[in-house]
C-alpha cells in the first residue's frame, strides 16, 4: 500500500516521462555554469566581479533567503539593503546606478520582478529560483538559480552569463552532500511506495543535507552525477507540466474572503500560493491540510523589517510541480475548498 503525500522534498522520482528526446536541445545553454547550489551559483559571480572588475557595493533585496546572505557575508563587498517584496517590487530612488556597483533582484515566485530597465550603468544579478523559465528572457548582466527547488535533483544551481565563469572544481563536500542528499530522496520514494521505512530516518537525512548548504566548504561546481541528470531531463516538459496544473488551480479553486490567490497571468507561479489577511488564518488552514498528508512551505523565514514579516507570516505555497497529476492538483484543491466551506 502506498504512502501517499504531497509537498515538500523531492523524492527518488524515476524520469522515464521527462527524458530529453535526442532531436531536442538541452534547456540549459552553453553559456550556462552549473554549481553545487544557488548560493554557491551567486558567490560566484560576487568573487569574480571582486577580482576583475573592482565591483564595490551590493544593493540586496529586504525579503530574501538570508541564508543566502550568510553565505556571501564574507565577500569585500559594501552591502546595502533596499526594500523589496513579492507584493512591493518597486525599486527605492536611492539606487547610485554606478559600474561599479550590484545590484541582485529576484523573480519573486514566477509573479513579479522589479522593473529596472532604467538602471543603466549598475551591474545586474537575477536570480529566478522560483521562475526558470524566465532564464532566456532575462536581460541582466547575470542570472543565476538554486536547481533543486524546481527539479529532482539532490543539489544544484547554475549562473548563466555572456562570460564564462573560472572553474572552481567539485569539492570533496559538495560531493558528499549530494550523496546523502539522494541517500535521503531513495528512502523517502521507498516509503512513498509503501516499503517498511522509518519515515523520520529519511526525515533527518534531508534535514541535515539542507543544514549542510550553509557550509562554506560546500562552495563548489556541480557533482558530476548531477550534471548528467540535468543533461538528460526534459525542464522544458517540466515547466509545462507545471503551468498546466497552476491553470486548473484556478479553474477549481473557490475564492475565500479570507485570503486571495497571488496569480500570473501566463501561470508561470512557482507554486500555489494563497495571501491571507491574518497570520492565524494561514497557520490553521496550514495546519489542517497537513492532516490531509499535504505539507505547504512557507518562505522565507527569519525576515527582520516589519512589512516583509507581514509577508512571510501570511503567504503559503504548496507544490503543484510535476510530480502530481490532474487527479493530484484536484484533491489538493479540494481539501483547501473543502476547510473553507466546512472547516471555518
Known amino acids: 500500500m502506498q504512502n501517499k503525500e504531497y509537498g515538500s522534498d523531492f523524492h527518488y522520482v524515476t524520469l522515464t516521462d521527462f527524458q530529453l528526446s535526442s532531436n531536442k536541445a538541452s534547456f540549459f545553454d552553453s553559456f550556462t555554469k552549473f554549481y553545487f547550489s544557488g548560493r554557491s551559483a551567486l558567490r560566484a559571480i560576487l568573487l569574480h566581479g571582486v577580482s576583475n572588475y573592482q565591483w564595490k557595493k551590493i544593493y540586496l ?23 523589496c517584496n513579492t507584493l512591493l517590487n518597486q525599486l527605492p530612488q536611492t539606487i547610485d546606478d554606478n559600474g561599479n556597483n550590484v545590484l541582485v533582484i529576484v523573480d519573486y515566485f514566477g509573479v513579479n520582478s522589479p522593473e529596472v530597465t532604467h538602471l543603466k550603468n549598475i551591474i545586474k544579478i537575477e536570480d529566478v529560483t522560483h521562475n526558470l523559465g524566465a532564464v532566456h528572457k532575462s536581460k541582466s548582466d547575470y542570472v543565476f538559480g538554486s536547481l533543486r527547488k524546481t527539479l529532482p535533483i539532490p543539489v544544484g544551481g547554475f549562473v548563466k ?18 550523496q546523502e542528499k539522494k541517500i535521503g530522496m531513495l528512502l523517502k520514494s521507498k516509503y512513498l511506495k509503501g516499503e517498511s ?3 523520520a530516518v529519511f526525515r ?29 531531463i526534459d525542464v522544458s516538459k517540466m515547466l509545462d507540466w507545471k503551468r498546466k496544473n497552476s491553470q486548473l488551480v484556478k479553474q477549481q479553486i473557490i475564492q475565500s474572503d479570507t485570503f486571495n490567490l497571488v496569480v ?14 491574518k497570520h ?3 497557520e490553521n488552514l496550514k495546519q489542517y491540510l497537513i492532516s490531509k498528508a499535504i505539507f505547504p512551505m512557507v ?36 481539501q483547501i475548498n473543502q476547510y473553507f466551506l466546512h472547516v471555518i
Open 61 to 83: 533585496p529586504t525579503y530574501y533567503c538570508h541564508e543566502v546572505y550568510n553565505f556571501i557575508s564574507d565577500i569585500d563587498l559594501e552591502v546595502e539593503y533596499y526594500l
Open 204 to 232: 533527518k537525512v534531508l534535514f541535515d543535507t539542507e543544514h549542510a548548504f550553509s557550509n562554506l566548504d560546500s562552495f563548489s561546481e556541480m557533482p558530476n552525477t548531477v550534471v548528467e541528470i540535468i543533461k538528460s
Open 264 to 277: 500570473s497571468s501566463n501561470n508561470t507561479e512557482f507554486a500555489l500560493i494563497l495571501k491571507f489577511e
Open 280 to 282: 492565524e488564518d494561514r
Open 197 to 199: 521505512i522509518d519515515k
Open 299 to 334: 518562505l522565507w523565514p527569519n525576515q527582520l523589517n516589519s512589512i516583509d514579516k507581514e509577508i512571510e507570516q501570511t503567504l503559503l505555497f504548496l507544490h503543484i510541480d510535476f510530480r502530481y497529476s490532474t487527479e493530484d492538483v484536484t484533491y489538493i484543491v479540494n
Open 161 to 178: 552569463s555572456k562570460e564564462k565563469l573560472p572553474d572552481i572544481g567539485v569539492s570533496f563536500c559538495a560531493n558528499e552532500i549530494a
